[in-house]
């Protein structure tokens, strides 16, 4: 993965949602084990406190537990639990924006229905 430094978004940010796209892909399994932060860090050539602070988050969001002594480890409905959270979180603000920007620029409904459905069927 390639970190965007132009981003407003924080490395560490981007740190967890890479694992999280793992845990998606499911090259992360359930019960399994996750890079340590000092791995991230030497993966990514970031520092080792920024990739901890992308572990964190998922700690706290309850997608990672951590075994002491052993590491950190993917929760077992992890994945369910990231699509419903990008479910009813980034989709539903990125479905807001667009609704917004049809309304400025006078697309009708049906319009944009069709064009959300060519779009998901080209892609």
Known sequence: MDFNAQSTTPIYIQIAEWLENEILAERLLPEGKV????????????????????????????????????????????????????RNHNLTKMAQVIVQEAKRLAVPDEELITLIKQIQKEG
Do not use: C
């Open 35 to 86: 890079y340590s932060q000092y791995q991230l860090a030497e993966i990514f050539n970031i520092n080792p406190a920024t990739a901890g602070k992308g572990l964190t988050i998922l700690v706290e969001n309850k997608i990672l537990f951590k075994k002491r002594g052993l590491g950190m480890f993917v929760v077992a409905d992890a994945k369910e639990r990231i699509l419903v959270t990008r």
